[in-house]
T-cell receptor, first 114, second 118 residues
C-alpha cells in the first residue's frame, strides 16, 4: 500500500459525459502528479500540482482540468469524453524533502468510455 | 524524441535465476533521477529503486540492483534470485523538470514484460 488513495477504482461512462477522478496524496506529500496509461500512448504525464499551485503541464488535453485543494487532495476532471480517453489514470505524490523525490502511485482509476 | 528506451518488450527467466532488464536514457540535464517501477497484472505501480545522476555507487534494494553506467546512459535493473511473484511489467523512468531537484515529472519507457518460469 503506497499510501496514495484514488477513487473510484473503476468508472464506466458514455461519450460526451464528464467525470471527476479523486486523489489523496500520502500524508506530508505536497506534490501531486496525474498520469494516463493507455495501450497506444503508454504512460504519459498530464499535470502536476505543488501545494495547491499548478507546477507543470504535460500532454493534457484542453478538455481535461485538475486542481489541488487546501487539504492537498486533487481532482482530475475529464469532460466531453471520447472513446480514446479510455485508460488507466494514476495519481502519484512525492515528498518535497530529500534528493530522490520518489513518486508513489495510487492504485489508479480505470476509465472506460463507451 | 523518446528519452527512455527499453528494448526488451518481453523476457523469460527461470525461477531462482538472475535477470537484467535494459534501460537507456537521453538527457542533456546534468541533474536527473532514474527510477524503476513494477506493474503486476493487478495494475498498481510499485516503486522499486532509485538512482541519482550524481550517486557514485549503484543503488541496491534487497534483490533489486541498478547497474548505472553514466557514460553509456544506461540504467539496467538486475533482479537476483527471481521469484514467481516477479512476473510483471517493469518500467524505467527518468525525472526531469525545470525545478530539477526532486519535484519534476517522470518520463517512462514502454516497459518490459517479465515472465518467471517455475
Amino acid at each position: 500500500d503506497s499510501g496514495v488513495t484514488q477513487t473510484p477504482k473503476h468508472l464506466i461512462t458514455a461519450t460526451g459525459q464528464r467525470v471527476t477522478l479523486r486523489c489523496s496524496p500520502r500524508s506530508g506529500d505536497l506534490s501531486v502528479y496525474w498520469y494516463q496509461q493507455s495501450l497506444d500512448q503508454g504512460l504519459q504525464f498530464l499535470i502536476q500540482y505543488y501545494n495547491g499551485e499548478e507546477r507543470a503541464k504535460g500532454n493534457i488535453l484542453e478538455r481535461f482540468s485538475a486542481q489541488q485543494f487546501p487539504d492537498l487532495h486533487s481532482e482530475l476532471n475529464l469532460s466531453s469524453l471520447e472513446l480514446g480517453d479510455s485508460a488507466l489514470y494514476f495519481c502519484a505524490s512525492s515528498d518535497p524533502g530529500g534528493p530522490a523525490g520518489t513518486q508513489y502511485f495510487g492504485p489508479g482509476t480505470r476509465l472506460l468510455v463507451l | 524524441a523518446q528519452k527512455i528506451t527499453q528494448t526488451q518488450p518481453g523476457m523469460f527467466v527461470q525461477e531462482k535465476e538472475a535477470v537484467t532488464l535494459d534501460c537507456t536514457y537521453d538527457t542533456s540535464d546534468p541533474s536527473y533521477g532514474l527510477f524503476w517501477y513494477k506493474q503486476p497484472s493487478s495494475g498498481e505501480m510499485i516503486f522499486l529503486i532509485y538512482q541519482g545522476s550524481y550517486d557514485q555507487q549503484n543503488a541496491t534494494e534487497g534483490r533489486y540492483s541498478l547497474n548505472f553506467q553514466k557514460a553509456r546512459k544506461s540504467a539496467n535493473l538486475v533482479i537476483s534470485a527471481s521469484q514467481l511473484g516477479d512476473s510483471a511489467m517493469y518500467f524505467c523512468a527518468m525525472r526531469e523538470g525545470r525545478y530539477g531537484g526532486s519535484q519534476g515529472n517522470l518520463i517512462f519507457g514502454k516497459g518490459t514484460k517479465l515472465s518467471v518460469k517455475p
